[in-house]
């Protein structure tokens, strides 16, 4: 059993507990054992990443994640990587980096949500994470590497917005069109082992499809799993920045949503082979290995909110956007900080 604790943003006190059971599969059992051990270790959580398509949240609106993105890209764009690289001896980069994107709230809703241009701010993203490498400044662009803390902070807090900005968008989409969305909970921990690898054993547990209350495995991937990126439309991705789910970890998201039909996967299926064959990769091996999500648990509702329908849930856990503590047996970790408190941010990025 995991357990998991929200509280509000603006009272800690003020909490739900969400129960969690772990399927009986040798997949499920890795999973809890990376997440027992990251209790044991104390490992902070990204709090900027965890509540996504919560369109009903007041306390999180859209424009608090358009004015905090525009903060954010503002702070990046007026570091010069090029002089801070050469002040600080990590090599000479000829051409400093600008993110020129119109992130208005007007630009963003218009017949409906432009997802397109959230799409060309993750690439941005991905563009300054880059190859960490000194090897060649000028074409690999570590601008991560070569940053302060604080910019490390920013460049991932890029990336973070940029997440929770597309499952708003796509969440406000489905909203309009069909009167109803699928929110989610994402946990994602700092410094999570990178040694524990999927094998054939695991594949079987990727699914296509979604239901109420499932839990997935998170991934870390630096760019995107194909999966991910057909998901996303995203066209401005590189093929070379698409990798199948590669690690297993302790990270973890719970969709609050509807469940999807079977002739809605085989939908997704023939659509995903589509995409695959727009980017000549129709017949590349690993883009056909785990495809969808891998399921490892499922929110027990009842016991949680002494409740199975979906829009009651959602009503009961809107504005509990705050991680306080996770549970798992005799491991317990809270997390005391909330999300505009970003000192731990900073520090994992020296």
């Not at 400044?137 to 597309?166: C, G, M």
Request: a negative charge; charged letters at 25%.
């Amino acid at each position: 059993m995991v357990r998991l604790v929200l509280s509000k943003n603006d009272n800690i006190k003020n909490q739900i507990e969400i129960h969690i059971d772990s399927n009986q599969t040798a997949t499920a059992n890795k999973w809890i054992a990376l997440l027992k051990s990251n209790l044991q270790r104390q490992v902070p959580i990204k709090k900027h990443v965890t509540m996504h398509g919560w369109i009903m949240d007041q306390t999180r609106t859209l424009k608090h994640i358009v004015d905090e993105l525009n903060q954010t890209v503002d702070t990046i764009n007026k570091f010069n990587f090029a002089k801070h690289a050469f002040v600080t001896k990590q090599g000479m980069i000829k051409k400093d980096f600008n993110i020129d994107l119109n992130l208005t709230i007007e630009n963003l809703m218009q017949d409906k949500f432009n997802l397109d241009i959230v799409n060309e701010l993750h690439d941005k993203f991905v563009q300054l994470e880059g190859a960490k490498t000194l090897d060649n400044l000028e074409s690999v662009s570590p601008y991560f590497q070569i940053a302060t803390p604080d910019i490390r902070w920013q460049i991932s807090k890029l990336n973070n917005l940029a997440h929770e900005l597309f499952h708003w968008g796509a969440e406000y989409n489905r909203w309009t069109q069909k009167k109803c969305y699928s929110p989610e909970i994402h946990i994602h921990y700092y410094d999570n082992k990178q040694d524990q690898y999927f094998t054939d054993e695991d594949n079987k547990q990727f699914t296509l499809g979604f239901s109420p209350g499932a839990v997935y495995l998170g991934d870390t991937t630096v760019g995107k799993t194909y999966w991910d990126a057909f998901n996303d439309n995203d066209k401005h991705i590189h093929n070379s920045e698409l990798e199948p789910p590669i690690n297993i970890t302790a990270d973890f998201h719970m969709h609050f949503g509807r469940g999807t039909s079977t002739q809605e996967d085989q939908t997704s299926k023939q659509n995903y082979n589509g995409y695959l064959d727009s980017r000549g990769l129709s017949n590349y091996k690993p883009a056909q290995t785990r495809v969808g999500q891998c399921l490892v648990g499922c929110v027990d509702f009842k016991k949680s909110f002494n409740s199975t329908i979906i829009e009651q849930i959602q009503n009961l856990v809107n504005e509990y956007n705050n991680v306080y503590a996770i549970i798992v047996d005799e491991y317990k970790t809270t997390y005391e900080w909330i999300m505009s408190q970003e000192e731990i941010d900073i520090l994992q990025h020296a």
